[in-house]
Protein backbone atom coordinates (compact mmCIF):
# COMPACT_ATOMS: atom_id res chain seq x y z
CA UNK A 1 0.00 0.00 0.00
CA UNK A 2 1.21 3.17 -1.20
CA UNK A 3 0.38 6.95 0.68
CA UNK A 4 1.09 9.57 -1.66
CA UNK A 5 1.12 13.00 0.30
CA UNK A 6 0.85 16.21 -1.37
CA UNK A 7 1.75 19.73 0.34
CA UNK A 8 1.06 22.91 -1.46
CA UNK A 9 3.48 24.93 -2.56
CA UNK A 10 1.46 27.83 -4.18
CA UNK A 11 -1.57 29.74 -3.61
CA UNK A 12 -5.31 28.01 -4.00
CA UNK A 13 -5.96 29.94 -6.59
CA UNK A 14 -2.99 28.61 -8.52
CA UNK A 15 -4.07 25.27 -7.57
CA UNK A 16 -7.87 25.36 -8.57
CA UNK A 17 -7.10 26.68 -11.71
CA UNK A 18 -5.08 23.26 -12.49
CA UNK A 19 -8.07 21.05 -10.27
CA UNK A 20 -9.25 19.98 -13.54
CA UNK A 21 -6.17 18.84 -14.99
CA UNK A 22 -5.02 16.83 -11.68
CA UNK A 23 -8.66 15.38 -11.31
CA UNK A 24 -8.28 13.65 -14.94
CA UNK A 25 -4.92 12.06 -13.69
CA UNK A 26 -6.26 10.73 -10.41
CA UNK A 27 -8.77 9.36 -13.00
CA UNK A 28 -6.50 7.73 -15.01
CA UNK A 29 -5.69 5.74 -12.24
CA UNK A 30 -8.97 5.05 -10.54
CA UNK A 31 -9.65 3.54 -14.10
CA UNK A 32 -6.90 1.41 -13.77
CA UNK A 33 -7.30 0.33 -10.13
CA UNK A 34 -4.40 1.77 -8.74
CA UNK A 35 -5.70 5.02 -6.64
CA UNK A 36 -8.26 3.43 -4.09
CA UNK A 37 -8.78 6.71 -2.16
CA UNK A 38 -7.79 10.66 -2.59
CA UNK A 39 -8.90 13.86 -1.40
CA UNK A 40 -7.90 17.01 0.19
CA UNK A 41 -6.18 17.88 3.74
CA UNK A 42 -7.44 19.45 5.76
CA UNK A 43 -6.45 22.38 6.49
CA UNK A 44 -6.40 22.60 2.84
CA UNK A 45 -2.85 22.68 2.32
CA UNK A 46 -2.29 19.16 -0.07
CA UNK A 47 -3.72 16.24 -0.53
CA UNK A 48 -4.03 12.74 0.17
CA UNK A 49 -3.79 9.98 -2.20
CA UNK A 50 -3.85 6.08 -1.50
CA UNK A 51 -2.56 3.71 -3.70
CA UNK A 52 -2.13 -0.63 -4.37
CA UNK A 53 -0.15 -2.39 -6.61
CA UNK A 54 2.41 0.08 -6.54
CA UNK A 55 6.28 0.12 -4.86
CA UNK A 56 7.51 3.48 -4.00
CA UNK A 57 9.56 3.75 -7.27
CA UNK A 58 6.15 3.06 -9.57
CA UNK A 59 4.60 5.98 -7.46
CA UNK A 60 7.17 8.09 -8.31
CA UNK A 61 7.51 7.75 -11.68
CA UNK A 62 3.24 8.34 -11.40
CA UNK A 63 3.46 11.57 -9.85
CA UNK A 64 5.72 13.05 -12.29
CA UNK A 65 2.23 12.93 -14.72
CA UNK A 66 0.34 15.21 -12.27
CA UNK A 67 0.24 18.80 -13.47
CA UNK A 68 0.51 19.77 -9.70
CA UNK A 69 3.85 17.99 -9.90
CA UNK A 70 5.05 19.37 -13.42
CA UNK A 71 4.35 22.52 -12.57
CA UNK A 72 6.20 22.92 -9.30
CA UNK A 73 2.98 23.64 -7.50
CA UNK A 74 3.32 20.68 -4.97
CA UNK A 75 5.84 19.01 -3.04
CA UNK A 76 5.45 14.94 -2.47
CA UNK A 77 6.27 12.35 0.32
CA UNK A 78 5.71 8.63 -1.22
CA UNK A 79 5.33 6.42 2.05
CA UNK A 80 5.10 2.67 1.40
CA UNK A 81 3.38 0.36 4.18
CA UNK A 82 2.64 -3.35 4.62
CA UNK A 83 -1.09 -3.89 5.13
CA UNK A 84 -1.01 -6.42 8.34
CA UNK A 85 -4.76 -5.90 9.25
CA UNK A 86 -7.57 -4.35 8.06
CA UNK A 87 -10.96 -3.94 9.43
CA UNK A 88 -13.81 -6.34 8.09
CA UNK A 89 -16.10 -3.18 6.78
CA UNK A 90 -13.66 -1.60 5.33
CA UNK A 91 -15.26 -1.24 2.14
CA UNK A 92 -18.05 0.78 4.05
CA UNK A 93 -15.31 3.15 5.06
CA UNK A 94 -15.20 4.88 1.74
CA UNK A 95 -18.73 4.99 0.59
Known sequence: MIIIEL??????EQIDA???????FLEKYYTAGTF???GRKVPRDGGI???TGIDKE???MLIKED???QHGFADYKITEFAVTKKAAHIDSIFS
Open 7 to 12: NYKVPL
Open 18 to 24: HLQAHTS
Open 36 to 38: IAS
Open 49 to 51: ILA
Open 67 to 69: PFY
Open 58 to 60: KAA
